[in-house]
């Protein structure tokens, strides 16, 4: 989220209810805090945690061969219906094309051959994505105390999510909160708290631990397609999503990564009346771990429902684009 998406919110009940502030935040991230913890140069955070061993764990939960994408469309279709004006759906549009060969307009170069051709032109975290620790700033430092200005129009000189390229191959575990409380899907402004994630683990029996990517379902893609449009689905209005106190629940349990079906990820309105994208500050910049938006979790969901097993072999690898902030992502979900 940029910082013009993420203009405060007027405070509702909602927010009034939490008591969180800035401070809180500020306090929190530090106390939760990875930096330093991989050395001064460590530019990919929790993702320390995802040793060969825990490659070979994440490999032993394929049994059935049965390969989920986890992805939104890119392009006219995606989640972005025009309420954030920086976030826009892809523009794909074709400079050759099959009707150019029908035409007879490309012999001039390829004789008796024919050629399609397509651009994508899209900001990075226009539908499925990863958010990179460069991604938010908190006063004015990142991920492993690196200062903002390492972040110049050119792209990111520290942390870029291209340091990923060959790091996001994990298990993930299914955290699926609203079928735990048989609904389908969460209330809009509903934060998902560390009561509700031990319920979820309790109810499937499965424990999380270190270089684990945990993959939250809010049912919020339920919602969109039992409605038959995106509707408020991508903007700054009401919807569930991660509570504050929940960044301490996977710190705590050394996670690499958290993914939700959500646009904000954390809960909306913000938790904080005084500033923006408060658990993006805590586990982006201070604990290295990273955040997954726009996941559609539902396919998987009914066949973790159907065989009672909320574990797979999570591959999510990011576009190795130098400098990259964020980055777009099909992510397969292997059972």
Sequence with gaps: MTPEEMAVDAVDEITIETGYDSAWVGEEARRLSNWGRWGPDDQIGAWNTVTPEKVVQAAACVRKGVVFSLALPFGSDGPNSGQIPNRLNALHFMTLSGTDVSAGAQRHFAGDAGFAEDWILMNTSASTQWDGFPHVFREGRMYNDVPASAVPSAGARRNSVAELRDRIVTRGVLL???????????????????????????????????????????????????????????GTGPAAGLGLRSGAWFRERDVAAVAADNWSFEVMPWATPDTIGPLHQIILCHCGISIGEMFDLEALAEDCAGDGVYECMLVAPPLPVEGAVNTPTNPQAIK
């Design 176 to 234: 699926d909160v609203p079928r735990q409380k048989a609904l389908q899907w969460l209330e809009p402004g509903y934060a998902i708290e560390p009561e509700d994630l031990d319920a979820c683990l309790d109810a499937t029996g499965v424990e999380v631990g270190p270089g684990d990517a945990l993959l939250i379902r809010t049912g919020a893609l339920a919602r969109v397609r039992a409605r038959g449009s995106w509707g408020d689905y991508a």
